[in-house]
């Protein structure tokens, strides 16, 4: 089963290949203004470089965040669009989840967080190795550092991706968490969501092709705004 | 040829099959009404999300209408310059996957060019040279269209938009959003020489707009009336005020035609479905010896048919795009390509 992987949510828009378990193609750019522009021609380059032909798809993983708004409107938009094109199933992967997925072989919790845009506010989740793959305990995160460190009260394993707004993340969590916590850096998703997505594909699951959307879990702030008014007045 | 086109630069999700630039086989619009009501207007990051939720189901709702398959599109137009840069993106992503995953022409249309075309849909012989005005609430241009594809701006508006102006006098009127239609209905029960009120660079030696003062006027002229808590003379305010701003964009419009020496003018965009504007610009254009077209109703606002007919006639020219379009939010309606390319 040969999966094309896309995932722009984050610091790094990544476009990955697998067929079945095996990674064919890796491939990451940093996600600027010209994300939209080169997207298409990337995921072509990251083919050939796997030696497989669009046609030769059996199916799409795309990261739908959380993440930057507007990197997973343009992945979510690609992936489904791709495989609605291709008539190939599609299937959204958390964005946390690939990253944790990368140290599935950890013991302990895992907790990948993804910087949410606004200062010290921060997406998390905790994951638990099962099996041969991470399983999701508990809600999402949305909230800041300190807020999220009181939620941990085990050996954690912090992961995410390698650009410099994580690390300074990092920072703050081991300032608060001290000796409890341990910390992968994590590569961009884009082989990883390919991987994740052949799994489900694998067992037949996928997501509907035109509702795919992506995972904000923060409203808009005009959103917020009217439902938090509306709500005073109710 | 049969051009899928794709328009999401502002609150409407479209798509369209469209064969030769001309006739439309579907043409799917997914209004924002909703949300443009709860929150009085246009959220980008809200019109975004929509955009991002709709824009499969639509294109697919276009092409099942049509009755046609994927493989029947021949390319694919989409709105790439000039709206929302969050709204573009997303019809800009669909258009280049499309295009990647059938081997199929791109070509990027500037919002405005798809208004433009508006015209051309309902009116095959609409002449070039011709003066096109497109009034909506985002946009008030004078084109100077001299052909397919070559362009001369002569005048915007320098603040508010025509239609943004119905929509804060509507609001004024507690009329809801949008207020072009409510302002037409009522307008159409009130007296228009009620009240005069001011016509905003009417006489000046430019053809720009401004629209900002006349709201403004409008809303001081009847402050007293507010602060007493008196019923405002609505139906004379909204004809009074339609008056006002139909005189500013008729006059200006013939005065292009006659500078430029054109026999044929197009009105488009949300506000030409305006009933006295398109009165008006009749009743002056006869008397005037000029031709005046108007798009039918559905391709007034914002569609996907119209950018589908500018996508076709930018293909016929040679001018495609490739998988590296990009959006260009802030793009200037091409200046005359005339001798460039």
Known sequence: MKVLGLDTSGYYNAIGVADGNRVLADFAFEAKADSLEKIVAHIDATLQKAGVRLEDIDGFGVGVGPGSWTGIRVGVTVGKMLAFSTGKPVCGVSALEAHAYQVRNSASLICPIIYAGTRGVVYAAFYRKKNDTVIREGDYFVGGLADLAKLIKEQVVIAGTEAEKYAGMLQEMFTLLGDGIKSEITSPNGACVALLAARRLSHGESDDVLSLAPLYLKESTARAFSNAYSGGKG | ?341
């Not at chain 2, 949008?178 to 209905?185: E, F, L, T, V, Y």
């Not at chain 2, 629209?211 to 609505?234: C, D, M, Q, R, Y």
């Open chain 2, 1 to 341: 040829m049969l051009v899928l086109g794709i328009e999401t630069s502002c609150d409407e999700t479209s798509a369209a099959l469209v064969v030769d630039g001309k006739e439309v086989l579907s043409n799917v619009i997914a209004t924002q009404l909703d949300l443009l009501k709860k929150y009085g207007g246009v959220v980008p990051e809200i019109a975004a999300r929509r955009h991002t939720e709709l824009i499969g189901y639509v294109i697919k709702e276009a092409i099942d209408f049509a009755g046609k398959k994927l493989a029947d599109i021949d390319a694919i137009a989409v709105t790439a310059k000039q709206g929302l840069i969050g709204c573009l993106l997303t019809g800009v992503a669909a258009a280049k996957s499309l295009s990647y995953a059938l081997k199929i022409p791109i070509v990027g249309v500037h919002h405005i060019e798809g208004h433009i075309f508006a015209s051309f849909l309902s009116n095959p012989d609409l002449p070039m040279p011709h003066i096109c005005l497109t009034v909506s609430g985002g946009h008030t241009m004078l084109v100077y269209v001299r052909d397919y594809c070559q362009y001369e701006l002569l005048g915007s508006t320098i603040d508010d938009a025509a239609g943004e102006a119905f929509d804060k006098i509507a609001k004024f009127l507690n009329l809801g959003f949008p207020g072009g239609p409510a302002i037409d209905r009522l307008a159409a029960k009130g007296n228009r020489n009620a009240f005069r009120f001011p016509r905003p660079l009417l006489y000046a030696d430019t053809f720009d707009f401004s629209f900002s003062g006349l709201k403004t006027a409008i809303i001081s002229h009847f402050k007293e009336n507010v602060l007493k808590n008196e019923p405002l003379p609505i139906e004379d305010i909204a004809a009074s005020f339609q008056e006002a701003v139909v005189d500013v964009l008729v006059a200006k419009t013939l005065r292009a035609a006659s500078e430029r020496g054109v026999n044929a003018i197009s009105v488009t965009g949300g506000v030409s479905a305006n009933r006295r504007l398109r009165q008006v610009f009749q009743e002056k254009c006869a008397g005037a010896k000029l031709m005046v077209f108007f798009p039918q109703l559905s391709f007034c606002t914002d569609n996907a048919a119209m950018v589908a007919a500018a996508g076709y006639a930018r293909l016929r020219l040679g001018k495609a795009d490739d998988i590296n379009l990009n959006v260009l939010p802030n793009a200037p309606l091409e200046v005359s390509c005339a001798g460039q390319d």
